[in-house]
């Protein structure tokens, strides 16, 4: 059941399930309460005045609320929870807290979940014989941390309390107190941000102060040539003796390679690393954790975990801080997996206060969509296969030096490329230089709605002579040169078909969730394209082919690398971190295998849509391709 809570003086409403923590449901608000001990019932900062409604006095009530302040309502918010509809009023925060703009416009205040305290303690003597350990934990009481420490920590104490003339910094990571420090440090810290695509990792060390990124960088997820998509990974460890054991080791070879490159640019060392957090698909963080996949892949397509965890960074040999500790964010599905998650928190699709409909689609081997608002929210994934990463493209390949991003076809028939690099030589064309060459054929009436190429003797008198003289068969296969006859980078007939199974298999997915929710193409107020690859792509090329609903070019936005954004702010603010870990309880996550529709949609998806001068789409009859059963979509995959 939830409950309705109004927070006074913004007079902002928003619904929460019950048991739910007044702390939590003002963060999921967007609504800042003090507080420096992340909602434990530790700091006693967090104070708001329960209007109406009831809140039970608890322990922590007492330790910090005077018996005349409880009688007027006041209560620790991290501790009321919710049992009824409420009104509550919430003080102005004391001074200006620190905050970054990051994700879509998110502004997002400061509070990561690790702290550096400088404590300045007595020395012992014979009038003080309090232990080490009880010396620390009374200090940092006295600065609103209950922590908890392990022996290895304990083993250090002596040597650093005294060599440091019991002048130290602490460092606590939630409620564990990881390690003492000589001296003042609180200058040196620092979070990783990471994001472990299929295809491709992104790192990113971030300050915790201040919250600027100070160096970031992405590489090829070394468990590539195991499979370019995730049902060949959990293959690998299905066929294989060691492969799971394989797969995990490549992983944590990429990010400490990563660790490496970017503490080295960065001049930051590892050692004041102090967590991580860390997003990909349920797959890869199964991967990552050493644990088995393969109930995933097969139906009911559980995953072994699908709630945030929190384990040490040690546990799987990432090269971190001996002490630093890893989070991950929840999954919605065995493939809605917790980047979605953290590109939902980067987009504040769920939180958006202004109620619009928007469409979030993570464009990659694996199409997640997400269709909601405020209001209620639907997510499912659609498995495209690796076609928009350029992988079994004749010419295709990663965005990088040399790959080809971008093409226009002029109404004089001259073909205009745009090369990752510059002025260089292009050797073969990205996932983005993929959809725009199609869509420019498509435009030009070199390839028809069905996808199918045209003949050079139908192209003859309807194309200028510079594209017919474009049009080449090899191996008896129909191909359009896009580059000239020296780099002779060609997209050929089976190229376009890859293409629409891809675009089909999202846009089918993208249907089932309008009709499900009862709105069409003209209910959305933003499509916003996620994933490295929905930052590069033509939005009008991307409308063109049908991979996106036919909506104005301006209400189709890229986001970026939403999921690596999510995962910075959730660094960044343990506030954050909670409202994404209760993503979940506000979406429904919708199963495609399930959908006896979902056959017809895609068939019907594969087409491209009809355009009239105006480029605006017409109706059109169904299409009717030949296709061999390989490509028709049962379960997700």
């Not at 644990?291 to 090269?319: H, K, M, N, W, Y």
């Not at 070019?553 to 995962?567: L, P």
Request: aromatic share 4%.
């Amino acid at each position: 059941m939830k409950y309705e809570i109004r927070f006074l003086p913004s007079e902002t409403t928003t619904r929460a399930p019950e048991a739910t923590t007044i702390f939590n449901a003002a963060n999921w608000a967007g609504l800042a309460i003090d507080s420096t001990c992340g909602g434990r019932g530790t700091c006693g900062k967090c104070k708001v005045r329960v209007m109406q409604g009831s809140a039970p006095v608890r322990e922590a009530d007492r330790k910090f609320i005077s018996p005349s302040e409880l009688e007027q309502g006041w209560r620790l918010s991290c501790r009321a929870v919710l049992h009824s509809d409420c009104v509550v009023d919430i003080p102005r925060l004391m001074g200006n807290p620190k905050a970054a703009l990051l994700g879509y416009g998110h502004h997002v205040i400061l509070h990561p979940n690790v702290a550096k305290i400088y404590l300045e303690l007595s020395e012992p003597n014979l009038e003080d014989q309090v232990s080490d350990l009880a010396r620390i934990h009374a200090a940092l009481d006295k600065e609103g941390y209950d922590v908890h420490s392990n022996i290895t920590l304990w083993r250090s104490l002596p040597n650093i309390l005294r060599g440091s003339d019991f002048q130290v910094t602490a460092v606590v990571v939630g409620d564990e107190l990881i390690a003492l420090e000589a001296g003042d440090t609180r200058a040196k810290n620092y979070g990783i941000a990471v994001d472990v695509g299929t295809t491709s990792v992104v790192c990113a060390i971030v300050n915790l102060n201040t919250g600027a990124v100070e160096a970031v960088k992405s590489d090829l997820n070394r468990q590539a040539p195991f499979g370019a998509d995730v049902i060949s990974r959990v293959s690998h460890t299905m066929m294989e003796k060691d492969g799971l054991v394989e797969l995990q080791a490549r992983i944590i070879e990429t990010l400490n390679d990563l660790l490496e490159q970017l503490t080295a640019q960065s001049d930051i060392a590892r050692e004041n690393i102090y967590e991580a957090v860390i997003v990909g698909n349920a797959t890869m963080l199964h991967l990552l954790l050493g644990i088995d996949p393969e109930p995933i892949s097969v139906a009911p397509f559980i995953p072994t975990i699908t709630q945030p965890v929190t384990f040490r960074a040690a546990d799987i040999g990432l090269r971190l801080h001996p002490e630093a500790r890893v989070s991950t964010l929840p999954h919605l599905g065995a493939y809605v997996g917790a980047d979605i998650v953290a590109g939902i928190l980067a987009t504040d699709l769920t939180r958006n206060k202004d109620g619009k409909l928007r469409l979030l689609i993570d464009v990659g081997t694996n199409g997640e969509i997400v269709l909601g608002s405020v209001n209620g929210t639907l997510a499912t994934a659609a498995p495209a296969g690796p076609a928009f990463e350029g992988a079994q493209i004749k010419n295709g390949m990663r965005a990088s030096t040399g790959a080809i991003e971008g093409i226009q076809i002029t109404p004089d028939g001259d073909v205009l490329l745009q090369i990752i690099g510059g002025d260089v030589k292009p050797i073969g064309i990205a996932g983005s230089g993929l959809v725009d060459a199609v869509a420019e054929m498509v435009r030009a009436g070199i390839v028809d709605a069905s996808g199918r190429m045209i003949r050079v003797e139908d192209a003859r008198g309807k194309l200028p002579d510079t594209l017919v003289e474009r049009l080449v068969t090899i191996d008896g296969v129909r191909c359009f040169r896009l580059s000239d006859v020296e780099s002779n980078i060609v997209l050929s007939q089976q190229d376009i078909r890859a293409l629409q199974f891809a675009k089909g298999s999202i846009a089918a997915g993208v249907e089932v969730l309008m009709q499900q929710m009862g709105v069409t193409a003209n209910d959305l107020h933003e499509v916003l394209l996620a994933g490295s690859f929905g930052s590069y792509i033509n939005p009008a090329s991307a409308r063109t082919i049908g991979l996106v609903p036919w909506v104005p070019v301006e209400k189709i936005i890229a986001v970026g690398n939403s999921a690596g954004e999510g995962a910075k702010i959730a660094l960044l603010s343990f506030r954050e971190r909670e409202a994404a870990n209760r993503i979940p309880e506000f979406i429904e996550y919708v199963e495609l295998s399930g959908r006896g529709e979902f056959n017809d949609i895609f068939t019907d998806a594969l087409a491209f849509p009809k355009l009239t001068n105006d480029e605006r789409p017409t109706t059109q009859e169904p299409l009717v391709m030949e296709m061999s059963s390989s490509f028709v979509i049962g379960p997700s995959s």
